[in-house]
C-alpha cells in the first residue's frame, strides 16, 4: 500500500506562486507514473499535469503549461508542482496520485489510472 500526503496549498494573490509537495510511504513510489489532479467547487476533478517514472516524460492539461512544473525526486519518494502566474481560476483542491498498475512509462490523465491518492490540499488564487 501506498500513502500519498500532499501539503504547501494555501491563499496567493493572482499573479504569484506555491510549490506543492506530495511524499509517498510505502510501496515502490519510484517505478510509478504519478500526476497531479485539481477540483474546483462544483466542478468534476480535472487533470493537471503528469511524469513517468523516470522523470523525462511530462504532460501537462494546456491551460497550465508554461506556468506549472511537475518534477520527482524518487530518492524522496516525493513529487512536486511548481505553481507560477497563478490565476483565480486555479482555485481548487489539489490531489496527486499515483499508478501502480500500469508500466511506469504510461501517463494517463485519467481519474481511474490512478489508483493511490492523497488527501488533498487547498489552493486559492484571490483576484
Known amino acids: 500500500q501506498v500513502q500519498l500526503v500532499e501539503s504547501g496549498g494555501g491563499l496567493v494573490q493572482a499573479g504569484g506562486s506555491l510549490r506543492l509537495s506530495c511524499t509517498a510511504s510505502?510501496?515502490?513510489?519510484?517505478?510509478?507514473?504519478v500526476a497531479w489532479f485539481r477540483q474546483a467547487p462544483g466542478k468534476e476533478r480535472e487533470f493537471v499535469a503528469a511524469k513517468d517514472w523516470s522523470g523525462i516524460r511530462t504532460w501537462y492539461r494546456g491551460s497550465v503549461e508554461g506556468r506549472f512544473t511537475i518534477s520527482r525526486d524518487n530518492t524522496k519518494n516525493t513529487v512536486y508542482l511548481q505553481m507560477n502566474s497563478l490565476k483565480p481560476e486555479d482555485t481548487a483542491v489539489y490531489y496527486c496520485a499515483a499508478d501502480s498498475t500500469r508500466n511506469g512509462d504510461i501517463l494517463s490523465d485519467k481519474n481511474d489510472a490512478y489508483d493511490y491518492w492523497g488527501q488533498g490540499t487547498q489552493v486559492t488564487v484571490s483576484s
Open positions: 510505502g510501496g515502490t513510489f519510484s517505478n510509478y507514473p
